[in-house]
């Protein structure tokens, strides 16, 4: 299925049956990923491929962001793979693998979410949203190419944010 999003956002390539809300979209724009996944049934490999970043949002006054992106699975987050840094750019080509080993029985019982952040050499780094895709309607006989728009994080699944809890003494 091929939607146009946002003419100046990006196109979305998904063979997923998730919808996506075009106003919350344009009214926050925080950029798009583009990645594949592919799943050998032989060796029980996840190859997540991270492909390239479009217009992902500056959080500097420069205008331009040093993203990476933290790749996992849900829901038990075992491992967590960390792309290369890219400096001065909000248009990263990533062109990196990530492989995670699943037994084919539980691949549909899985999600992935990808964790894009804005490096900072001198105080935290700052998330500038996330991606989660359900496996459960994912096509696994072939490679999946997707672009998915990235919306902003959900904290309450999000380990690098803390929580602070006040009270009264």
Same mark, same amino acid.
Request: aromatic letters at 10%; charged letters at 25%; glycine letters at 2%.
């Given at each position: 299925?091929v939607?146009? /999003?946002? %003419?100046?956002?990006?196109l979305?390539? %998904?063979?997923?049956?998730?919808?996506?809300a075009?106003a %919350?979209?344009?009214?926050?724009?925080?950029?798009?990923?583009? !990645? %594949?996944?592919?799943?050998?049934?032989?060796t029980?490999?996840?190859?997540?491929?991270?492909?390239?970043?479009? @217009?992902?949002?500056?959080?500097? !006054?420069?205008?331009?962001?040093?993203?990476? *992106?933290?790749? *996992?699975?849900l829901?038990?987050?075992?491992t967590?793979?960390?792309?290369?840094?890219?400096?001065?750019?909000?248009?990263?080509?990533? =062109?990196?693998?990530?492989? !995670?080993?699943?037994?084919?029985?539980?691949?549909?019982?899985?999600s #992935?979410?990808? #964790?894009?952040?804005?490096y900072?050499?001198?105080?935290?780094?700052? *998330?500038?949203?996330? /991606?989660? /895709?359900?496996?459960? @309607?994912? =096509?696994?006989?072939?490679?999946?190419?997707?672009?998915?728009?990235?919306?902003?994080? =959900?904290?309450?699944h999000?380990?690098e944010?803390?929580? *602070?809890?006040?009270? =009264?003494m």
């Amino acid at each position: 299925k091929v939607a146009i /999003v946002h %003419s100046q956002l990006c196109l979305l390539f %998904s063979g997923v049956a998730e919808t996506t809300a075009v106003a %919350s979209i344009e009214e926050d724009p925080l950029g798009c990923i583009h !990645f %594949s996944l592919d799943f050998n049934f032989e060796t029980c490999l996840l190859t997540v491929y991270l492909i390239e970043a479009e @217009n992902l949002v500056s959080r500097e !006054f420069s205008g331009t962001a040093d993203p990476y *992106c933290k790749v *996992c699975l849900l829901p038990d987050r075992r491992t967590q793979l960390q792309s290369k840094i890219h400096r001065k750019t909000t248009h990263p080509v990533f =062109d990196e693998e990530f492989i !995670f080993e699943v037994e084919p029985d539980n691949l549909r019982t899985f999600s #992935l979410e990808l #964790l894009i952040y804005d490096y900072d050499q001198f105080s935290r780094h700052d *998330c500038i949203g996330q /991606v989660t /895709v359900v496996f459960e @309607n994912i =096509d696994f006989s072939q490679r999946q190419t997707i672009w998915k728009p990235i919306s902003k994080t =959900d904290n309450k699944h999000n380990p690098e944010v803390s929580t *602070c809890m006040l009270t =009264d003494m």
